[in-house]
């Protein structure tokens, strides 16, 4: 026998208020899967692969340098170009501040 005082089933059959309700809502707030963090072991091979990149690129610029180019403005570029390998391989192995 039904209860006289419950609130009337929609016809359909599905029960909008109980999904609705703020504990439910509450609940599945509470235990949404987030996105996992970032690892740091990862993030730390991916900066190791990133240098030895650089240290290649440096190999290649300094052959390119020695190949002694008569035209001053494709040495500088050269030289230019080794600068900037290297600035930018000693801002990946400087050690990064805890966030």
């Known amino acids: ?47 190791e692969l990133a240098i030895r990149q650089l240290e290649r690129a440096e190999l290649y610029v300094v052959s390119a340098i020695n190949l002694e180019l008569s035209s001053w403005e494709h040495r500088q570029a050269l030289l230019d170009l080794r600068c900037s390998v290297l600035a930018a391989s000693q801002l990946l192995r400087r050690p990064q501040p805890l966030r």
């Open 1 to 47: 026998m039904r209860d006289p005082y419950a609130p009337p089933h929609p016809p359909h059959g599905f029960h909008t208020r109980v999904l609705l309700s703020w504990v439910f809502v509450d609940s599945v707030i509470r235990n949404w899967r987030r996105e996992p963090g970032p690892d740091p072991e990862e993030e730390l091979r991916k900066v």
